[in-house]
């Protein structure tokens, strides 16, 4: 599990970066959508680990024991 938050936290910190490099007023068009495409895809990644996680606990807090699944 602690591999998992590993990679989510190193996902949200490439998701900040990205954000702040959007913000910024010299980013070219084409930069900006290299960079919203690359956020698209780290953001359904995420989504798709939190969402196993939740499946986990949900089926854990049904069984009262743990379940890989």
């Known amino acids: 599990m602690a ?3 590993m990679k989510l936290e190193e996902s949200f910190e490439k998701l900040n970066h990205i954000m702040e490099e959007l913000e910024k007023t010299d980013v070219s068009l084409e930069d900006s959508f290299t960079l919203y495409q690359e956020g698209m895809k ?3 990644s995420c989504n798709d680990s939190i969402d196993k996680v939740e499946k986990e606990l949900i089926i854990l807090s049904e069984s009262g024991e743990a379940n890989e699944l």
Do not use: H, Q
Request: glycine residues 0%; neutral net charge.
């Open 3 to 5: 591999d998992k938050e």
């Open 42 to 44: 780290l953001l359904k």
